[in-house]
Nanobody
Framework: QVQLVESGGGLVQAGDSLMLSCTNSGHTLSGYDMGWFREAPGKEREFVASIKTIGNTRDYADSVKGRFTISRDNAKNTLYLQMNNLKPEDTAVYYC?????????????????WGQGAQVTVSS
């Protein structure tokens, strides 16, 4: 069973960095495509980044390209999101997600497993 748990959220200032982690307490992450979405107050949940299990192919939303980096460590059963040069508009609850063979990674409904979310707040 896949049980995703995010950690590493917090309150930071604009320009700061933060790293989110996501672990799977119930099963290995190896073999799963993994991703991050975020949901700001009053807005729909949106795609942030993804990493494929085959070849570690990465995909990013245009709004975070060049600032965020997604990575995974299958030996540690952990997914990461390194966030640099944070902006107030990055404020949101960040969700870790996983599934097998995700074809359209930017579509929320294509992902099956979700974590409970981690709050990231960026002050100006």
């Amino acid at each position: 069973q896949v049980q995703l748990v995010e950690s590493g959220g917090g309150l930071v200032q604009a320009g700061d960095s933060l790293m989110l982690s996501c672990t799977n307490s119930g099963h290995t992450l190896s073999g799963y495509d993994m991703g991050w979405f975020r949901e700001a107050p009053g807005k729909e949940r949106e795609f942030v980044a993804s990493i494929k299990t085959i070849g570690n192919t990465r995909d990013y939303a245009d709004s975070v390209k060049g600032r965020f980096t997604i990575s995974r460590d299958n030996a540690k059963n952990t997914l990461y999101l390194q966030m640099n040069n944070l902006k107030p508009e990055d404020t949101a609850v960040y969700y870790c997600t996983a599934d097998h063979w995700v074809k359209n990674v930017q579509v929320m409904s294509k992902w099956q497993y979700w974590g409970q979310g981690a709050q990231v707040t960026v002050s100006s």
